[in-house]
């Protein structure tokens, strides 16, 4: 059963830096796609950064271009998002989720497992 577990959330001020983890098991297929998402209250949920395994496309969502990167260690099965100059619009729950079609576009991927979330609060 796949599993994915996320960490590195926490409180950060304006302009700081953070990086979260999302570590998966139980994967037995080749190619799939690991995207972050984020709520925040009252709030509809949305993408953030994808990332493919296929050929390591990714996707950034507008607001977060520039700031934030998305990367892979495919020997740990582990997916990083580096986020700087973050800003209190930041401030959300932020899952991972992991689906296929391996496309970075977030638009054509069936995301069919998610994790708990990681709690992001940027505020001074």
């Known amino acids: 059963q796949v599993q994915l577990v996320e960490s590195g959330g926490r409180l950060v001020q304006p302009g700081g830096s953070l990086r979260l983890s999302c570590a998966a098991s139980?994967?037995?297929?080749?190619?799939?796609?690991i995207g972050w998402f984020r709520q925040a209250p009252g709030l509809e949920r949305e993408v953030v950064s994808c990332i493919s395994n296929a050929d390591d496309s990714t996707y950034y969502a507008d607001s977060v271009k520039g700031r934030f990167t998305i990367s892979r260690d495919g020997a740990k099965d582990t997916v990083y998002l580096q986020m700087h100059s973050l800003e209190p619009e930041d401030t959300a729950v932020y899952y991972c989720?992991?689906?296929?079609?391996?496309?970075?576009?977030?638009?054509?991927?069936?995301?069919?497992?998610w994790g708990q979330g990681t709690q992001v609060t940027v505020s001074s």
């Open positions: 139980g994967v037995t297929f080749d190619y799939y796609t």
């Open positions: 989720a992991l689906g296929g079609p391996p496309y970075s576009d977030p638009a054509w991927v069936k995301w069919d497992y």
